[in-house]
């Protein structure tokens, strides 16, 4: 069966036979409707003359006979049928009477039968043409009579069918049953054979699918609807065309047929390509009524968009409003009040869509790049800044990508060139110790050994440095915390130095708490940037000048200050001066890579601390802070 839903001569020869079959089952089942209101399966024997084919006939003959005698008067109509017998249908007879029964003409036979009866009522006319008394008419009877058998005619034509269907009574439920079977399987087939093309893969749209559903439904009505009326009025008498008006029920329900039938697979392919709704005349109109509307609409500011429709709703419930008021009708209140509902769910349904916007920004601000606004829910405008937001997050994380991926390459090089200078530097340093051990007598070569030396020791430190600054920068350090006095640590450290500051013509001033200032550190690391500020200090620092060291404790933290004046103008800003490489002498006169302060930095926020550079004028300001733990 499968491979049959794409052959094109199965499904035409299953289209032709299904269109064959509507006739008879459709046939069969009003025949038996027909002979269900006839009386036919009473068990007694129903003759044509007892049908309402027979009754409608005759009723026919009679108002020709009716028409005729309100034309001519009663004894012309009677003379002139007598000389005009083809006016009325062969084997039909009739009798005229009078309301007191007197008989003005009868033309019935022994063999006649007894149809139906019908009445009129004759005014006579005044010789001038005018009508005469109204109110004092004749009535007069006319009874219609079949004679059979009826050799030709209107009688002839209405037994004949009446009969053919008659003896097919018994025949009609057998019928109805085995073409409505078969129609089901024809019709299932040809669903599920509906979009299919062989040798293509899919559903294929072509042909009559790309006519516009909404024709096809109309089309199919209308021909339906036909047929419905013209059926009715063979099966009822309301007609004596029966020949004509059976084949137009034939042909109609062929016809009808074919086309329903061909909607229906049409329907069936575009609800499998899912194309059903976009292919109709209503989608159309529709589609270019909102596209003008949406287009005019869409093209305002948002601030016009909501003028605009604050206005309309304004306008609908004033209108409303004042027509329930003078009317006092229900349904203009009805009107008024979802008008007003839909206003207050609109408010709503953008206080909400403010709100996803607002939890989008927030979001962003507090770093979640990752943050995307759901736009499905979003209405017009709101969706293309719901879009936009997702757009900046989108952005905003490639530039963060971007920087973290430049500062791992950085990170990465230094460290590996770093690495790389160390064996060769190794090298050197053990042969310049070796070449100081021998015994050389030239001055000269042991000045040169000599430079050698401090160079290298230089170079071996920058390395150690560079080696530092990216293992900082990148957090691979480990951090070891535990609890340390910083205070006592900061007198340590200042004490170290007290020959480095007599040398530099430098006077420290301390100012350090009585208690303790506990803080959650690493003593190397902490050790290592009050190592790095205080060898800055002693570089940079304005000889005969005074070094400030101050710890004090505020608000739960331990914040130390250092602040001194730089010996060279300080032309920079803070930030940049905190920057890799960065020296505060121009020059480079002073020997230094320019990493102490970024690792001092990087070190302090690995332990979860802050330090910060002041700068105003010549003064150097850094403030260290930590968060004091609870003794």
Known sequence: MKKLTGKLWAKALAFLLFCLLVPVAVGSALGLYYGYEENWYSGKEISFTDSQWCRSCAYDN????????????????????????????????????????????????????????????????????????????????????????????????????????????????????????????????????????????????????????????????FLGAGVYWTADDLLWGYSTRILFETASIVIGLIGWSIIGLAFCITVSARLKAGKWWQNTVIYYVLRFFFRTISGFFGALPLVWKTAVTAAMFLIFSAIFAGAAFNYGSFFFLFLLFMIDFSAFCALVGIALQLRLLQKAGTALADGNLEYKVDTTKLWLDFKTHGLNLNNIGIGMSKAVDERLRSERFKTELITNVSHDLKTPLTSIVSYID?????????????????????????????????????????????????????????????????????????????????????????????????????????????????????????????????????????????????????????????????LGLSIAKSLTEQMGGTLNLYLDGDLFKVVLIFSLEQG
Not at 87 to 102: C, M, N, P, Q, R
Not at 139 to 168: C, K, Q, R
Not at 460 to 466: F, I, Q, S, V
Not at 562 to 582: G, H, V
Request: proline letters at 2%.
């Open 62 to 221: 009679l108002n020709r006979i009716v028409n005729t005698i309100d034309s001519e008067g009663v004894d012309d109509a009677i003379t002139f049928l007598e000389e005009q017998p083809d006016l009325l249908a062969e084997g039909f007879s009739y009798v005229i009477h009078t309301e007191d029964g007197k008989s003005l003409a009868d033309t019935t036979t022994d063999q006649a039968t007894y149809i139906t009866t019908t009445t009129m009522e004759d005014f006579p006319d005044e010789e001038d043409g005018e009508f005469g008394d109204t109110e004092n008419g004749i009535l007069y009877t006319i009874d219609g009579y079949v004679t059979l058998p009826v050799g030709s005619g209107e009688f002839h034509t209405a037994a004949m069918i009446y009969n053919w269907v008659y003896g097919l009574k018994d025949e009609f439920l057998l019928i109805c049953i085995g073409s409505a079977l078969l129609l089901v399987f024809l019709f299932l087939f040809l669903m599920a054979a509906a979009g299919h093309k062989d040798g293509e893969e899919g559903i294929v749209l072509r042909g009559h699918n790309k006519i516009p559903l909404d024709l096809y439904a109309g089309l199919c009505l």
């Open 434 to 594: 070796l070449l100081k051990k021998e015994d050389i007598q030239n001055e000269n070569a042991l000045e040169y050994i000599d430079v050698l030396d401090r160079q290298s020791a230089k170079l071996k430190k920058l390395t150690e440095d560079l080696v530092e600054a990216s293992k900082a920068s990148s957090g691979t350090i480990a951090v070891n915390k535990e609890n340390l006095d910083l205070a006592e640590l900061v007198g340590q450290s200042v004490g170290e130095y007290a020959e480095k500051f007599a040398a530099a013509n430098l006077e420290p001033v301390v100012g350090l708490p009585e208690e303790e200032a506990t803080v959650s550190a690493d003593g190397r690391l902490l050790w290592r940037v009050l190592d790095n500020l205080l060898q800055n200090t002693v570089k940079y620092a304005l000889p005969g000048t005074r070094i400030y060291v101050d710890l004090k404790k505020s608000y739960g933290k331990a914040v130390l200050t250092l602040k001194n004046i730089s010996r060279e103008s300080l032309n920079i800003p803070a930030d940049e001066l905190m920057e890799r490489f960065i020296r505060g002498d121009s020059s480079r006169s002073t020997e230094g890579s320019g």
